[in-house]
């Protein structure tokens, strides 16, 4: 059983930058690749990027270049580097499995950028 936990975000002026975690417990077998996803008041959850056990990132068009995918294997923790923040990034972010989601959504972690 996979048990994720989202850490790091926060309220930050439009232009700023936050890093944010995900500490991911438990494996599922042959599920390497992780990713980062938001949803925003009133939307549908959204894909942002992910990245493979061998650190290959993938990144959605709306993101791509303001923000970056890494992972430590070591310490089973995904992050995801968010610079340029606007307004319309404001929603609660969350981590899972990709491309498929497989485990449980955490609480995930609210980022709110202000204009």
Known sequence: QVQLVESGGGLVQA???LRLSC????SIPGIN?????RQAPGKQREFLA???NRH???YADS???RFAISRD???????????NLKPEDTAVYFCN????VFASWGQGTQVTVSS
């Open 56 to 58: 290959m990132p993938n």
């Open 73 to 83: 294997n070591a310490k089973n923790t995904i992050y995801l580097h968010m610079n």
């Open 33 to 37: 690749t992780m990713a980062w996803y």
């Open 15 to 17: 232009g700023g930058s």
């Open 63 to 65: 993101v791509k270049d």
């Open 97 to 100: 499995t990709a491309p498929r």
């Open 50 to 52: 992910s990245i493979t």
């Open 23 to 26: 500490k991911v417990t438990g």
